[in-house]
């Protein structure tokens, strides 16, 4: 019976590792509410906890990318499962708006940066020569499988006890996760004296970046990167891409939902919905990724989600379960599923040893417009009493993304092993 590669249980670890890094942020749109009325606090204050804790973390992704060359993956990854662990303890002692800010906005965005920007993309190019894009689905998909699986549990024991029940649940699972990866993850193939998932002869692997300082590791890849127009496309529309998913829907759903009456469980629900079909949308968007224009997948991506956003409103005017349960499955098979064709690009433009720096930029341009739709989000509420304005710009902004890919120059794929 042929051994089952290690790099796949690297992936696995990674995948559950991603999941709880994954709920933790998606958490914040079960939160909100329960914050509002326990502490008396503004929402769109709460909000902004929430984006600088989106901006953080994505402007933090290349340097985390540039520390993953220095500091390896093992040391890295029980780093930032450590971070995220006190985040969520010492949720459970705050009283101050600003702590919130500080624990949410710093402690928690720094702990998630890893999981949720580079990682992905770092696992694949080291662990994996064949399926790279299907293991760069699989890994992003993670993220929707946290909120499959957690978020209606969530909801329910906020609902039934308290927010702090559902804080030391996610204390748990930090925890199983952190001794999880102490004992499992590894830092590279070579250390345990195999090659990487497809390749069949020993190439030279290029280490040069091992004893250069991770700042300035971060910023040459950012130079190199803006001289091309390329780059500003791709980081133009992941700039659309964070602000139609986690800044919007991730941050503000559930209390869009609530406004309309829908009792907290059953919107939490809808929104882990959501990740069943974002786990097969983003899995075969890996394996598209293999096979197909990059580009155009991406063009109808945007497209897509945006026409979903669209609708949205409407179905939650008119009281529709049946046009919410459609948005729901529209719009979860397409939510991360512009990641992996980005990775790919970026990998075809600057090359399997650059592209996790420079697609940490882009990740960077992702969050800020992630955080530029939670703390709008929260702004256009404050003065409309209704969110249905932020959903219907981040429908057309969708619009303006797809336009931005397409003229995308074409790329030459690189093999396997470059």
Known sequence: MKRIHYSWFILVVTFFSIIVAGITMSSSGVFIDSFEKEFNWDRSLIALAFAVSLFLYGFSGPFMAALLEVVGLKKMMLGAMATLFIGMLLTLFMTQSWQLIIIWGCIIGLGASLFLTVLSPYVANHWFVKSRGLAVGILTASTAT????????????????????????????????????????????????????????????????????PISIAFNGLFEAIKKKEFWLLAGSFFVCGLSTSGLIGTHFVSYCISFGIPLVTAASFLSFMGVFNLVGTTLSGWLSDRFDNRWLLFWYYLLRGTSLLILPYALMQGSLTLLTIFTIFYGLDWIAT????????????????????????????????????????????????????????????????????????????????
């Open 339 to 418: 990641v992996p064709p980005t990775i790919s690009i970026s990998r075809q433009i600057f090359g399997t040893n650059k592209s996790g720096i420079i697609y940490g930029w882009i990740f960077a341009s992702h969050q800020s417009g992630a955080a530029v739709a939670a703390y709008g989000g929260g702004l256009i509420y404050k003065f409309f009493n209704s969110y249905t304005w932020a959903f219907f710009l981040a429908g057309m902004f969708c619009a303006l993304a797809s336009l931005f890919v397409i003229i995308v120059k074409k790329q030459t794929p690189y093999h396997a092993n470059t």
């Open 146 to 213: 946290g909120q499959l699986i957690l978020l209606p549990i969530l909801a329910i024991i906020i609902e039934h006890y308290s927010w702090r029940w559902a804080i030391g649940l996610i204390l748990i699972l930090s925890m199983v996760m952190f001794i999880t990866i102490s004992i499992f993850i590894k830092n590279k193939p070579q250390d345990i004296g195999i090659l990487p998932y497809g390749m069949e002869e020993n190439l030279e692997m290029q280490q040069e970046n091992h004893k250069k300082n």
